[in-house]
């Protein structure tokens, strides 16, 4: 469940999840308007009793800058990868001991390769010692998918636990294909979280 309210912009565009507390006093202040309450949720007051918001919209437009192309980080590029080695295709919970995923430049900065997200793919800890400086055809390794840069609502949305709710308006603007890569990435985090838990 999520554990905040979700804002979006008079465009109906998401902006960020935002407190309760903070969705409410917009409300309040008649900057948002609220769209969705979760029900049966109450936030009460000496005086009043209102309702526990899951969604709000700004009445004004707020003019949003291009936003930065972002940095690849491992935690997206796990994310992006469905936690698996791209070479040889065991998920994160499969690995053996000792062993751990990687970020791989599939062609080796010291042989002109660059950073960025079409260079770049999870690689197991095996799988990298083998590869080592070489190009992946040089040393009997495929890559299963072709490295891209992830889309703005996996980049954005893939780290916020969202409500079912919720989740409808990012449908809404980004479209249903962009929502289903999106759950697909939650998922797969979730299940890397709880095997995490579960080796504790």
């Known amino acids: 469940m999520g554990s905040g309210c979700l804002a979006l912009n008079a465009s109906f565009e998401p902006l960020t999840v935002l407190s309760v507390e903070r969705a409410l006093r917009l409300v309040i202040d008649r900057k948002a308007e609220l769209l969705e309450a979760e029900e049966g949720r109450w936030m009460r007051s000496p005086r009043q009793a209102l309702p526990y918001p899951a969604v709000i919209r700004l009445v004004r437009y707020v003019h949003v800058p291009r936003r930065f192309r972002r940095q690849v980080t491992n935690t997206f590029l796990f994310a992006r990868d469905g936690y698996r ?87 809404m603007f980004y479209g249903a294909e962009a929502l289903q890569a999106l759950r697909r990435v939650t998922e797969e985090a979730e299940n890397a979280r709880l095997a995490l838990v579960g080796e504790g």
């Open 85 to 171: 080695c791209q070479y040889c295709g065991r998920h994160r919970n499969d690995l053996r001991p000792r062993e751990f995923l990687t970020r791989d430049h599939v062609v080796p900065l010291s042989r002109g390769g660059v950073h960025d997200w079409t260079n770049v793919v999870t690689a197991c800890s095996s799988c990298n010692n083998r590869k080592g400086n070489r190009l992946p055809q040089e040393c009997g390794l495929k890559l299963r998918t072709t490295p891209r840069e992830p889309n703005e609502v996996e980049l954005v949305w893939a780290v916020r636990r969202l409500t079912p709710v919720q989740a409808k308006y990012i449908a």
